[in-house]
């Protein structure tokens, strides 16, 4: 089993799991069990801890308050 680490950015916790090519981030703290998104590709292993704490900004950045999931 993957064992994840856990991230906590802007007062949120996720769960980030590296497998492979990809990395998946559970948001932990969120009001939807399970929610989260995945960066994959050529390049997503090398991310750095900063980078992966920027791409969960993004993320959070477009979660609409209201529902707790991505603006549509």
């Not at 929610?35 to 950045?61: C, K, M, P, W």
Request: glycine residues 12%; aromatic residues 12%.
């Amino acid at each position: 089993m993957i064992e994840a680490v856990r991230f906590v950015v802007d007062g949120e916790e996720f769960d980030v799991y590296r497998d492979g090519t990809s990395i998946h981030h559970t948001w932990v703290s969120g009001p939807n069990p399970g929610y989260g998104f995945s960066v994959g590709g050529s390049g997503a292993e090398a991310l750095t801890d900063e980078e992966v704490r920027a791409e969960i900004r993004a993320f959070l950045s477009e979660v609409d308050p209201r529902t707790g999931f991505l603006v549509e």
